[in-house]
């Protein structure tokens, strides 16, 4: 794995604080009706993407997730002001506005979505894998999805085959405590979702993920496995999401001191207090990195606020490929 320096920390605190206030605006502008539609935001489970982009090599390994989508994209080089146009429905976004919130997208970057069936990545995960082994190429897909996803049918057809064709892909249940207003708890008889690669005999364990260093570890061990040809990994990441499943979440199953006690957790306050205890920034470059993510925050705000909305001739333009489609009045 690549070494973890003072700079990784640093890049962590930017790169999660940018992410938290991003969506902290998307989460305002939703109140103002500016971004429509669903919206499942990610703060808290931000280490989890952090740790992974330490481990993954980026000019071939690949990525697709489940509808709560906005940062990853941006981690993985996406153009952040893209990404927030797409939320906007502007045709400047990642998908010219028509895939919005839950279906971000860019196979330049090697993101594949995105995802607004729960669980229908992870087949599409292994399948990426399959390609990537098929055609002899060293990559290896990185497939996210919930706890909630992990109790689909689809996820143990995946798994068998992945494990018989030892595809190059690692499973990554993002596991936040909750499907939709759903505990783990109430889902099966035990808590340890990991445990369902047993039945493989895939490779599989927890993870800390309010820890990036741990995720690192575990995804970079993980992927090497992949790139060696000995086929997947299936990880539960254990993390926490410090607002609603989306932004109509009510969060009656859960209450405020249970929020609370994870905030004590939260991965940019980890990072940054190490950042502060190893001496690895002074206060004033902290600050300086602050009002810099304030800055990245408004100027994607801005693009999206100027950019145009797509022309409604485009909506045949993106469905029928064949032009005299005989079925258009």
Known sequence: MKKITKETYINWYKDMLFWRKFEDKLAAVYIQQKVRGFLHLYNGQEAVLAGSLHAMDLTK?????????????????VDPKRVMAELYGKATGTSQGLGGSMHIFSKEFRF??????????????????????????????????GDG????????????????????????CEDNGYAMGTSVERTANHNDIWKLGLGYEMPCGPVNGM?????????????????????????????????GHSM???QHYRTKDEVEEYRKLDPITQVLDIIKEKEYATDDEIDAINKEVKAMVKECEK???????????????????????????
């Open 61 to 77: 390994d690949k990525m697709i997730t489940a509808y709560r989508n906005h940062v990853q994209p941006i981690g993985m080089g």
């Open 149 to 172: 996803a992990a109790r689909q049918g689809s996820l143990h057809e995946t798994f068998n085959m992945a494990m018989n064709w030892k595809l190059p892909v690692v499973f990554i």
């Open 112 to 145: 594949y979505g995105g995802h607004g069936i729960v669980g229908g990545q992870i087949p599409l995960g292994a399948g990426l894998a399959f390609g990537d082994k098929y055609h002899d190429r060293d990559g290896v897909t990185l497939c996210y999805f």
């Open 303 to 329: 693009f999206a606020e100027e950019s145009p909305f797509p022309d409604t001739s485009i909506l045949h333009d993106v469905v029928y490929e064949q032009e005299d489609y005989p079925f258009i009045k």
């Open 248 to 250: 109509s979440d009510a």
């Open 211 to 243: 820890d990036p260093v741990k995720v690192a570890e575990a995804i970079d061990e993980a992927i090497q496995r992949a790139r060696k040809g000995d086929g997947p990994t299936f990880l539960q990441i254990k993390t926490y999401r410090y607002r």
